[in-house]
């Protein structure tokens, strides 16, 4: 059980704060949500998690580990997984191809047999497949298992970068707008997973527009207005807080 | 019989170009932008004549220190290209098969300058090449099939999502130069032991071009790629015999016509549309299957 905890997080670029002085907890077992208006800097908040940009001032720490520094892969192999604002998939690949590849950072066979095509290669190349195609049928994909990811539906791919991001069993896991574009019936099955995912100790971080669905969903909500935190607290508070509509109102 | 004998050197100029653009795809396949190719094969070429001449070692040693150097150098160019993408990783490896050339021409001592290194025993035939090929294939077959082959995917397709799912990119950039820096040896060596002389000017620029078009042609995903682009063009300038001075306009022709219109190569694209078929059509059978 590991928490997110990010304290005084600052990143300009060319000298202009992009996200300033940020403080926030993502407790282990809980969806909280991070919401604000366009360009609040939400996505760079992710980049900053994640290791793709470099923290500017500030600490991040996943449970008692300092990763300010940390790479983006030795992150992920942290167990800190994400998905995409813009859709990332291997499109060519199938469905199955591209889940499997979440599950990189639990492969145990060493280059030297991956090399020489021993044995455990190919062992683990089903055991991956087999729990791929798990993944599939909790997300009612495993027709598609067979077909391209790229010649699927909107809300099909999102699936496949969520069962991706699910693949690596992250103690962290970031959701960065997982149900744009997607209609209620579908946010809402997604919904029933991330608190399932979270029953079991995962920390989300859900990054949405949807207020709704951020509200439905998340115990404790931050709100973001160009790069500033300007209220945090349960979704009540936060729907009645004006400067929280004034932000919303006035972009 | 005798037609076929006829055309033993083409077989064999083939099967090289094969394991040249074997040495091309890996690194490709993992997303590296390298045209090291031809400098790894000269360095293994070079090493098994000096080692078969004016050593008088066995074939065996000197392929088999032919695909180590490979390695070793691979290696080498590897680290310091770690932080190169792109045009930049083109350019420091064309670089390399510029430095390859100069030692080579220059070094008289040791390399017998232009004139290249005669004399050299031959001890592999077109039988030798073509095991060469079918063990190198299916070494790269499983390779490709492996947790390694799925990382090289993904570096290629997304280096974002690599990293994200901690993917180490400089591992497997690292695996796939190691990789390409001795298969392109090892193809250096059998090219030694197959033509009695090597000379400096058939490791240069044509090389280079020529390994990547075969490539880029044949598709660099499937492992099939790389051999169905050299077959065609090894085979093609020879179609295009009578056509004398059209035969380089006609060869670029082609080329173009491959990157326009089948930009993941031959292979690649001809297994998309099986599998867009094969899909489609258990989609038919089950909506047959609901409407009855």
Known sequence: ?251 | MKFFLSYIPLFELALFNMLLAFSQYVVLRAGVFSLGTAAFAALGAYTSAILATKLGMSPWIGMAASLVLGAIAGALVAIPLARLRGVFQALATLALVQIMLSITLNWVDVTEGALGINGIPRSVGLFGMFCAVVVVGYFLAVIGASSIGRAFDVIREDETVAVSLGISVPKYHLIAFILSGSIAGFAGGLHAFSSYSITPNEYGFHMLVMVLAMVVLGGRVSVWGPVVGAAILTVLPELLRGFQEYRMVMQGAVLMFAIVFLPRGIVDTAKNIWRARRVAASEAAKTKAVTV
Do not use: W
């Open chain 1, 1 to 251: 059980m590991k928490a997110l905890c990010l304290s005084d997080v600052s990143r300009s670029f060319g000298g202009l704060p992009a996200v300033d002085g940020l403080t926030l907890t993502a407790p282990a077992g809980r969806v909280t949500g991070l919401i604000g208006p366009n360009g609040a800097g939400k996505t760079t908040v992710v980049n900053l998690i994640t290791g793709l940009l470099k923290v500017g001032r500030g600490r991040i720490t996943v449970g008692e580990r300092d990763v300010t520094e940390a790479s983006a892969s030795a992150l992920a192999r942290a167990g800190v997984a994400r998905t995409f604002q813009n859709i990332r998939l291997i499109a060519d690949a199938t469905v199955l191809e591209n889940v499997v590849a979440g599950f990189h950072r639990h492969e145990t066979t060493g280059v030297l047999s991956n090399l020489f095509g021993l044995p455990s290669s190919f062992a683990e190349r089903r055991r991956l497949e087999e729990k791929a195609g798990a993944l599939l049928e909790r997300f009612g994909m495993t027709a598609f298992a067979a077909h391209p990811a790229g010649s699927l539906s909107y809300g099909h791919q999102r699936r496949i970068e969520m069962m991706r991001a699910l693949a690596m069993d992250p103690s962290v896991l970031l959701l960065d707008e997982p149900v744009a574009g997607m209609n209620d019936s579908e946010a809402h099955s997604l919904a029933e997973i991330f608190r399932d995912v979270a029953g079991q100790g995962v920390a989300i971080l859900l990054i949405e527009h949807n207020m709704r669905f951020v509200m439905s969903l998340c115990t404790h909500i931050y709100v973001l207005a160009s790069g500033r935190l300007i209220s945090d607290g349960d979704p009540e508070e936060v729907g009645r807080d004006p400067k929280v509509i004034e932000a919303y109102l006035g972009s």
